[in-house]
DNA sequence: CGGAATCCCCTAGGATACTG
DNA sequence: CAGTATCCTAGGGGATTCCG
């Protein structure tokens, strides 16, 4: 989550600093940000209906009006979500997955999945941590 | 990425700040960290063999010596990756996916597909922001 | 209402040096 | 060889305030 600043410059460009085959990274430089994985799961349980800002805010518990501001302005710049703004007074802005937004949607969930399925494991191992000397 | 410190304390703690049935939070908490992904994918590709770490940082461009220990000891804290030691001088370690770890590289490898197939769309999508208006 | 700007803290993670 | 410990900075992300 470090090589943020890539973006800008392209991180097909000369000057990379890793391996600019591995889109992997890249790609979870995305979504292992706070707030992007809990975006796109809410925006596609909601597709495919828009959703407008403060109904997105509520639905994503914790979430802070920067933080979404930021995560969706993201994802509209890596056209994975469209935005549309009805300019009426207060305007109202309305959200939703692209086609894009939802394929990475489909391979999101996979990942949650795995983590419903084995994240307990992972904390059993946490806290076996300690007693395995008492056991050897 | 933030809440890391949150482990310690483990997260079924009655104090968590954020959705205790979330583990796919907690996951990406994980693999998102700059070289977890790139250390599964690396032992995976090695498994069922044993590697020991000076190849396994070989085999990571980029690792840094000290963000490698960290990651491996993070990995096999999580029950993810197997370490043994053989008590020689100097002594060498060996390090290897577990059966939990495997079937985590089994679900990251859907991010992966994802990731090689779409990352270039994502890059066109920021290209093309600030030319959308001479379109019209 | 949606969001941009500012301030500030905290953690990931790089460089470097030391140990067994 | 395989770490651990220390120092340092860049950036994520929370709170708060201001704007159209």
Known sequence: MTTRGARAAG?????????????????LDRIGTKWTSMAVKTLADAAPDEV??????????????????????????DGLVSR?????????VFYRLTGLGLSLEAALAGLRTW??????????????????????
Chains 1, 2 share one sequence.
Do not use: W, Y
Request: some cysteine; proline content about 8%; hydrophobic content about 30%.
């Open 11 to 27: 991180h097909g460009a000369r000057g990379d600093l890793f391996d600019p085959h591995c889109p992997t990274r890249q790609l």
């Open 52 to 77: 407008r800002f403060a109904e997105l805010r509520r639905r994503m518990p914790g979430v802070s009006q920067k933080m979404l501001s930021v995560t969706l302005r993201s994802l509209t710049r």
């Open 84 to 92: 549309r703004v009805e300019p009426t007074v207060p305007p109202r």
């Open 115 to 136: 983590a419903e399925e084995h994240m307990a494991e992972i904390d059993r191992a946490n806290e076996a941590i300690g007693q395995e000397v008492d056991e050897g």
